[in-house]
C-alpha cells in the first residue's frame, strides 16, 4: 500500500520534465526491443537459413507492429482513465476501469 501512494505522490507533487524522463524510459526501451527483434531475426534467418525463410520473416513483421499497437492502445487507454482517477482523488475498481 506504501508503494501505491509513493507512486501516487511523486505523480502529483514531481517537476513535469522529471516525471517525463522517468515514465518515458521503461516506454522507449520497450519500443527499442521491439525494433531490434525483427532485426536479429533477419541476422539470424540470414546466416542460418537461407532468403526463401527470410521472406517469411518479413511477413510476419506486420503481426508484429499490429501487436505492438493493441499494447499500446490498451496501455494508452489505461494510463488515461487512472490519471483522470488519480486528478479526482477518487479509486476506481479494477473491473470499471477495464469498462469500454
Known sequence: MAQKQ?????????LPF?????LSI???IGMVVV?????????FVRQ????????????SYPFTLINTGVSTLIGV?????????IGKKTRIPLTRSWAI
Open 48 to 59: 542460418l537459413i537461407n532468403e526463401v525463410a527470410m521472406g517469411a520473416v518479413s511477413v
Open 6 to 14: 509513493d507512486t501516487r505522490t511523486q505523480l502529483l507533487t514531481a
Open 35 to 43: 525494433g531490434l527483434y525483427n532485426f536479429v531475426d533477419r541476422v
Open 18 to 22: 522529471q516525471l517525463m524522463l522517468s
Open 77 to 85: 487507454g489505461s494510463a488515461s482513465v487512472l490519471s483522470r482517477a
Open 26 to 28: 521503461p516506454a522507449i
